[in-house]
């Protein structure tokens, strides 16, 4: 149980485009969903928590315009880097925990992302 | 704000060789804390999970400690392996207030792990 899936695993594009990623709790419903972003050889950095039906928090320094979440249902949640560039270029992770009880964050595979 | 730090930054050891990561949080509020694998380019392997209440979790050659006094986890490899050669994370989970109880984790660097056969 507790299975997290990330859609696309890999995506490569070219600068200006927009890209979409999709996280998915494939057992269980997901109150709030993490997305994260890990640069080569870092650690993950979170960048946003997202609750289903409301805005998604950004962390500091996070571009709100540049990076679209959407948490429509307790099942999915959708990350969209708009207007990519080189320097978005990253792997990005998601993780969902189910609310109601204090509880653990289950990760996505991850999605890497290469702006050309 | 949390802060995890994970020392040492890279170690190499011989096979078979018993080995400790460790772990150190500044804010002991956490709610549990996750050991991670990674392999180079791919995502997170979850290896184990403390809750706050806990003080230690076992899965096969892997403990993993736990000490919300001190701020710090150890993650124990019993019989170390090439096939553990691995950067492996520790995280932090807070507790948020409000809608939910789910609060957001906090990251350490990582430790690269090097078995040689």
């Known amino acids: 149980g507790a299975v997290v899936s990330q859609h696309p695993s890999r995506v490569i594009c070219k600068s200006g485009t927009s890209v979409k990623i999709e996280c998915r709790s494939l057992d269980f419903q997901a109150t709030t969903m993490f997305w994260y972003r890990q640069f080569p050889k870092q650690s993950l950095m979170l960048m946003a928590t997202?609750?289903?039906?409301?805005?998604?928090?950004?962390e500091q320094g996070v571009e709100k315009d540049k990076f679209l979440i959407n948490h429509a249902s307790l099942t999915l949640s959708t990350l969209t880097v708009t207007s990519a560039h080189p320097e978005d270029s990253s792997f990005y992770i998601c993780?969902?925990?189910?609310?109601?009880?204090?509880?653990?964050?289950?990760f996505g595979p991850g999605t890497r992302l290469t702006v050309l | 704000k949390q802060e995890v730090t994970q020392i040492p930054a890279a170690l190499s050891v011989p096979e078979g060789e018993n080995l400790v990561l460790n772990c150190s949080f500044t804010?002991?509020?956490?709610?549990?804390l996750q050991w991670f694998r990674q392999d180079p380019g791919k995502g997170l392997t979850s290896l184990l999970l403390i809750q706050s209440s806990q003080r230690e979790q076992t899965s096969g050659r892997l403990n993993a400690s736990l000490d919300k006094s001190s701020g710090r986890s150890t993650l124990y490899i019993a019989a170390s392996q090439p096939g553990d050669s691995a950067t492996y994370l520790c995280a932090g989970g807070a507790v948020l207030g409000g809608r939910t109880n789910a609060g957001k984790s906090t990251f350490g660097d990582g430790t690269t792990l090097t078995v040689k056969p």
């Open positions: 804010d002991s509020a956490i709610y549990n």
């Open positions: 997202s609750n289903e039906g409301s805005k998604a928090t950004y």
């Open positions: 993780s969902a925990a189910a609310g109601g009880r204090a509880d653990t964050q289950y």
